[in-house]
């Protein structure tokens, strides 16, 4: 005789049974209750039993709710997870209500609980053990924001080579023009005496040059008496009105000495 019995459906009781040798076993149950490993038992009934008892024995496991907060809103991307003592990894949702907690229903017992967070974040404290048990299962945990350090190496996001002292460093020298070119000087401009005891005299360009920079003496006769007129010579800057200058003093001179030749001759005549 085969048949399922639910005692909710019955008030409790079975129906009889004729005599003879049955099989009793859990076929479903509620989730919280362990029935460890005899499932299956056998039972006799008999004139001498007929209502034989068969008892199966379970533990009845709670289930609570484990919550994992965090002191600061988390950035996308955030996981939370334990793990039983069976192995098995199960995930904490985060709550809509309130987005600083993740949590889920669990069994009581122990577990080990990991935070997963984007890089540059950090928990204070992860990997550690939870024992869920028939209370408020809460734990805050901080979380922190690393702070990267600049890399002295990478300047406005350009990654500059670093500097190598060279093996045998040669010092190089820009030429910088001078202020004044130099005027060289051909073999034709220098006049050179035969006599090996006369120095070298400069030539005509040199002279005209020094004489620019000397004053110049003016000398003529009123009545006998000499006189020297000193006419000092223009400072000019170098910027090639040398010659011009020169020229102009030279005239100037000229004039002077005729017109005091003239001035002395009309006094000879009076």
Do not use: C
């Not at 001498?48 to 988390?74: C, M, R, S, W």
């Not at 004053?215 to 006998?224: I, K, S």
């Amino acid at each position: 005789m085969e048949g399922e019995f639910n005692a909710s459906y019955n008030g409790g009781s079975f129906p009889d049974l004729p005599f003879g040798t049955y099989t009793a076993k859990i076929t479903l149950s509620d989730y919280h209750y362990d029935w460890g490993t005899e499932l299956v038992k056998k039972v006799i009934v008999s004139p001498e039993n007929p209502h034989p008892k068969v008892t199966f024995a379970f533990h009845y496991l709670d289930e609570n709710k484990l919550t994992i907060g965090f002191d600061q809103p988390v950035p996308a991307g955030t996981v939370v997870k334990v793990v039983g003592n069976d192995g098995i990894s199960r995930l904490l949702p985060q709550s809509i209500y309130d987005l600083l907690r993740f949590e889920t229903m669990l069994m009581n017992g122990s577990y080990r609980v990991h935070v997963d967070l984007p890089a540059g974040y950090r928990v204070a404290e992860n990997d550690f053990l939870y024992e869920v048990s028939n209370r408020i299962n809460y734990h805050l945990l901080s979380l922190v924001k690393d702070v990267i350090k600049p890399n002295p190496e990478v300047h406005s996001g350009a990654i500059v080579e670093p500097w190598i002292q060279p093996e045998n460093p040669t010092l190089v020298i820009d030429e910088v023009p001078s202020r004044q070119a130099e005027t060289p000087v051909t073999p034709d401009q220098l006049v050179v005496s035969e006599s090996p005891g006369t120095p070298a005299q400069p030539a005509a360009s040199e002279t005209k040059e020094v004489a620019t920079n000397k004053p110049v003496a003016v000398t003529y006769h009123t009545g006998g008496q000499a006189e020297v007129v000193a006419t000092p010579a223009t400072g000019l800057p170098k910027t090639g009105q040398e010659a011009l200058a020169s020229t102009v003093l030279s005239l100037f001179g000229m004039t002077s000495l005729a017109l005091a030749g003239f001035v002395a001759s009309k006094k000879r005549e009076g």
